[in-house]
């Protein structure tokens, strides 16, 4: 018998449950009883619990015996064991329990959260996060996805309280100083997804989809953040109705934003949880890029309500397709809501950043055997959300739209209320479409990596070949406890490849699945320029031969963003993988002075970041003047403030360019005239505000310890979260060693929430001018961070590891991981080191080569 599975003899339909949390003890007492069907004349019934006392347990079997059963913890395993001296009856029958257990400062379980009020008051709320298997923690359950039931939930709590769960209250009654809160019936669901949230809570008016009612739930003082958000939440909920053809299974749906929050959002039916900056904004005073934040999460979570929650994975190895579907229909929302936001191009970013874990040897397939459920933790990763997004928005753009569309739906249809699988999907699609569609997919979704597509013409011919990509020709050594089994990778995918050649004027678009090694097709002798990948939807990269290549560049003009995108991405990617020439690379950046896209500049400014990483400090003026020499241009021609009637793009570039200038450029007139601005702006005057947060960071940059003063204020006394947040990551970027010894202290004495305090230092670690203080304080911190930060806490910061580019720093963060023997769940360090390795491997590889570049530049 699998020891992580719950034996199948007894299980639940329906729970009664009653929880009395009290915020002044933070404890909570709890009753439930579980309605449950016996399929076996058992003696004994095994269900998940931990951190609970258990104080009784009475079972009732199929024939209506009652009998009292002697409870049995076992905190290692997570379970509860009632043994019972008569064996049960099989049938239908109930199982009570009364329990008791503390509202812990971990941020899972039922927890607890501490924000100041408007008067500057420090209060207490409480509030849940389950996934993926802290429900146990809550309350005794058949904690896995597989066990649906009912739950009719029932709260009892402070009179001057309020409190939401999963779906409407039925009923309120006053009960002395208390008061209980009857909820309706859920929908049969998972354990993973129920929600309780208690405090002196706020509410906006609720907004009808249909019959159901939205609203948006903050603390006090926080209801004037809440339009954005509810316009989204509004917007794609009737998008999903719409595009799923399957009403919305809740009986209302609320948003909340809770001040402690260790993920970004949950799920949860009918009552999604946030983080307060993925939810509440200013929307006249916030950027573009806060403000996509907040649509992007509300849509990823409306779309679970149907896809995670109306049906369900069977088991943790299917928590991809739950969040590359979120993910991916979060996309087609969004993009439906605002097009000028062109969101699609601006995946290009997220692909982009999966495709440089997916480039690793100690990358993973999307889907694999998950065994233990803490082994899905670390799947919640970019291979996961960003990788399967991109492979179905592949799939999505190959079988056509309206076929895929059809395909979900049949899907959700099949298995509404249930569980299903991957393979579910694909028959579902494979109807739809008529094509092999596991055929296609499987070696994209169950094996690691992805490949190279090599496109050169020879003779009279387009040649296109394919292997897989690799930043390093061999694996790392690893000393892990766990021996990384090597995941074979398929000799070749089946790509769908999409060409477009421009001839004498006209362009051809032409679909390739690519199935072999190599693929030939004629191409006229007249072809101007050739695009591989045409349109962006591809997971593959493209390495164009030097003709193809310097076609391109000739009429760059005649390519979509997301194509030019590509171009420099897949260029840099295989510079770093050693296939291109550094000094090639940055020649060919200077050939886009005159490009105008956001996205496309991220991956010149990301590219320029790495750089500034692993060079030597002699080199650094070669480069600051390197990337002013690229940037200057661009800004020059968008000006320093927006334009009447000027698009939503160039809007958002202009503070990507004035960061990237008073930072790595270094550029003192732009930093002087972000002072300008700023003071401008302290005094009332108005900064655009995606300007704004652009500012901040060149004037921390360029910063003392005054203004370091200055933005702690800021960041102490913030009016909305996105405020808050650019103060805080300001704190990161004053380069004087006694401030970033500062900033640091503050990731561990609770200054810095600890959903915050791990992204801060990964930060710290990443940048030049800190990463030597903030390893040392890491390294001296780990126990305290360990034991203070939330549970996938110390796992993002390490990621900052990726940013100790320097053979000496590379060596000393083996020698810390080794002798601590730290793991970080899954594959996540092996990728961690991994990085680092490639990092400083370009660094050896190319670094005579960078100097004698940036000399010249
Ligand atoms: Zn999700």
Redesign the pocket.
């Known amino acids: 018998m699998d020891p992580y599975r719950l034996p199948r003899t007894v299980v639940p339909n329906r729970y009664d449950l009653r929880l009395e949390p009290d915020l002044t003890t933070l404890t909570f007492r709890g009753v439930e009883t579980i309605a449950v069907s016996i399929a076996e004349p058992v003696s004994e019934i095994v269900f998940n619990a931990v951190e609970l006392a258990v104080d009784e347990a009475v079972v009732t079997d199929g024939r209506g015996r009652e009998q009292r059963a002697t409870v049995t913890l076992d905190e290692a395993a997570e379970r509860c064991r009632l043994a019972l001296a008569q064996p049960l009856a099989t049938g239908e029958g109930t199982l009570r329990l009364v329990f008791r257990g503390t509202l812990n400062d971990k941020l899972r379980g039922f927890y607890r959260s501490v924000y100041k009020d408007p008067s500057g008051v420090s209060r207490t709320m409480a509030a849940t996060q389950f996934e993926a298997t802290d429900a146990r923690r809550a309350f005794p359950c058949w904690d896995e996805p597989a066990f649906k039931a009912v739950f009719s939930v029932t709260l009892v709590i402070d009179a001057a309280l309020t409190a939401v769960s999963n779906t409407r209250i039925l009923e309120t009654k006053p009960d002395g100083a208390r008061k209980i809160l009857r909820f309706a019936d859920s929908i049969k669901m998972s354990t993973y997804l129920v929600a309780l949230v208690v405090g002196e809570l706020e509410a906006t008016d609720a907004v009808g989809v249909g019959p159901t009612p939205v609203k948006i739930w903050c603390v006090p003082g926080k209801r004037r953040l809440a339009a954005f958000g509810q316009e989204i939440a509004v917007d794609s909920l009737r998008f999903f109705e719409e595009y799923y053809g399957v009403p919305y299974p809740g009986d209302k749906l609320d948003l909340l934003a809770i001040p402690d929050f260790a993920a970004g959002?949950m799920?949860n039916l009918g009552a999604i949880t946030f983080r307060e900056t993925a939810l509440l904004v200013d929307e006249t005073a916030a950027s573009h890029a806060e403000l996509q934040r907040v649509a992007d999460v509300v849509a990823?979570?409306n779309a679970?309500m149907w896809f995670?929650d109306l049906v369900t994975m069977s088991w943790w190895n299917g928590i991809w397709l739950?969040?590359a579907f979120?993910?991916f229909m979060e996309m087609l929302a969004v993009d439906a809501w605002k097009p000028e936001w062109q969101r699609w191009t601006a995946f290009g970013v997220s692909r982009a950043a999966a495709m440089s874990v997916d480039g690793l040897h100690s990358t993973r397939p999307i889907e694999f055997p998950v065994r233990a459920p803490r082994e899905a933790d670390a799947m919640f990763d970019v291979l996961t959300?960003e990788k399967g997004a991109s492979v179905l928005r592949m799939l999505e753009q190959f079988l056509g739209p309206t076929v895929f569309r059809q395909g979900v739906r049949d899907y959700l249809n099949a298995h509404r209320f249930d569980n299903a699988d991957t393979g579910d999907l694909w028959a579902a699609l494979g109807r739809a479409s008529n094509q092999p569609i596991p055929a296609v997919m499987d070696g994209w979704i169950f094996a690691p990596g992805y490949p190279l597509v090599s496109a050169s013409v020879e003779g009279a011919e387009l040649v296109l070949r394919q292997q897989r990509f690799n930043y390093l020709p061999q694996p790392l050594p690893w000393y892990g406890a766990a021996p990384a089994a090597a995941t074979p990778a398929p000799a070749r995918w089946q790509v769908p490849v999409q060409l477009r050649v421009s001839a004498g004027g006209r362009d051809t678009v032409e679909r390739v699945l690519l199935t072999d090694a190599e693929a030939r097709r004629p191409l006229p002798a007249s072809a101007d320029s050739v695009v591989v990948n045409e349109g962006g939807h591809g997971f593959y990269r493209v390495r164009y031969d030097d003709t193809l290549r310097a076609k391109l560049l000739a009429r760059l003009g005649s390519l979509g963003a997301i194509e030019r995108f590509n171009l420099v991405n897949d260029a840099w990617a295989v510079t770093v993988a050693g296939l291109m020439s550094l000094p090639d690379y940055l020649e060919l950046t200077a050939r886009f002075r005159d490009e105008r896209d956001k996205n496309v500049w991220a991956v010149l400014i990301g590219s320029f970041s790495t750089l500034n990483r692993l060079i030597t400090p002699a080199d650094r003026p070669g480069l600051e003047a390197l990337v002013r020499d690229r940037a200057t241009p661009a800004l020059a021609a968008l000006g320093w403030t927006p334009r009447h009637g000027e698009d939503e793009l160039a809007r958002q570039l202009r503070g990507d360019l004035v960061r990237a200038l008073g930072t790595l450029g270094n550029d003192r007139d732009v930093q002087a005239r972000a002072a300008e601005l700023y003071a401008a702006h302290t005094r009332g005057a108005a900064v655009d505000p995606n300007v704004l947060p652009a500012l901040i960071a060149v004037l921390a940059h360029a910063g003392d310890a005054g203004r370091y003063d200055a933005f702690l204020d800021r960041f102490r006394k913030a009016a909305t979260p996105q405020e808050e947040q650019r103060y805080l990551y300001a704190l990161t970027a004053f380069p004087q060693p006694p401030l970033v010894e500062q900033t640091l202290g503050r990731t561990v004495n609770g200054e810095i929430r600890t959903q915050d305090a791990p992204f801060v230092a990964r930060t710290m670690l990443m940048q030049v001018h800190a990463r030597e203080i903030a390893w040392a304080f890491v390294k001296k911190q780990w126990d305290t961070m360990d034991r203070l930060y939330p549970k996938h806490g110390l796992r993002r910061m390490a990621e900052g590891v990726i940013g100790l580019a320097t053979p000496e720093l590379e060596a000393d963060v083996h020698r810390f991981f080794q002798e601590r023997k730290i793991e970080l769940g899954g594959k996540t360090l092996e990728q961690y080191l991994e990085q680092l390795r490639v990092a400083v491997a370009l660094r050896q590889r190319e670094g005579a080569a960078l100097s004698r570049a940036l000399a010249r530049a």
């Open positions: 959002a799920e990823h979570e679970h995670g739950n969040e979120a993910t959300y």
